[in-house]
């Protein structure tokens, strides 16, 4: 191939996306079955049309407590199903400190319980079991209230 033809190639590839919408701002799953919105202002947009608290999870790839959170907490089907009561959104904080810094986070792996409003209502700093996290957020659910 010339390499005109791959340069017309690579330009009927980039317009061939031009036309397709952006992409939601919500990954499923990211391996627990979660819906996980990719942003606290996306969780929060969520919400204020939901009408629902929004899980916010602050964690980081380097983190063995965060990836242990994910595999057997947010793995778990009882605290999966408690997370359709949530907008829920998964934060790293070594790529975004700023919102870390912002919510005060003290430590990862931190989950943080916003109201609709965005109002801090519950926060669970550190792994816990499944059954010990549903607790914690059946009490985010009450206090969101």
């Not at 964690?59 to 793995?75: I, K, V």
């Not at 109201?115 to 914690?136: L, Q, S, T």
Request: charge should be positive; hydrophobic fraction near 45%.
């Amino acid at each position: 191939m010339t390499r005109r033809t791959i340069a017309a190639l690579g330009l009927v590839a980039t317009l061939a996306g031009c036309g397709r919408s952006a992409p939601e701002a919500t990954t499923e799953g990211r391996g627990n079955g979660i819906r996980w919105h990719d942003s606290i202002a996306a969780a929060l947009a969520g919400a204020a049309a939901s009408g629902k608290p929004v899980m916010a999870y602050f964690s980081s790839s380097r983190c063995s407590w965060c990836a242990r959170l994910d595999r057997e907490t947010f793995g778990d089907a009882g605290v999966r199903a408690l997370a359709n009561s949530f907008e829920a959104a998964k934060t790293d904080a070594g790529k975004d400190p700023a919102s870390a810094r912002a919510y005060g986070i003290p430590a990862l792996p931190t989950v943080l319980f916003l109201d609709a409003k965005g109002n801090a209502a519950h926060r669970v700093v550190g792994f816990k079991p499944p059954a010990r996290f549903a607790e914690e957020m059946q009490e985010a659910l009450a206090a969101g209230r």
